[in-house]
């Protein structure tokens, strides 16, 4: 659909991403503090994008990429 071709970063699995919706910015930071400390792998630290979402990035065991983000309200549907 976008006449493009994306690829993974190398050492990285690529079988999927996911992405989590946190609330707060704090909890952006916090969670990424958390998962890190319990041996995930930092890729993206906690970032304040241009459009305002903090994200970050991190692996899992297999190498798959996981984001945790906000606009710094709760989800709505």
């Not at 319990?38 to 899992?60: F, S």
């Amino acid at each position: 659909m976008t006449n493009k071709k994306y690829s993974y970063v190398k050492d990285f699995n690529g079988h999927f991403e996911i992405a989590l919706y946190v609330d707060t910015y704090e909890e952006v930071d916090s969670c990424f503090k958390e998962v890190v400390s319990k041996g995930a792998v930092p890729v993206l630290p906690p970032t304040t994008e241009p459009w305002n979402q903090r994200t970050c990035y991190i692996t899992d065991p297999e190498g798959n990429l996981i984001e945790i983000g906000s606009f710094n309200r709760p989800f709505d549907r």
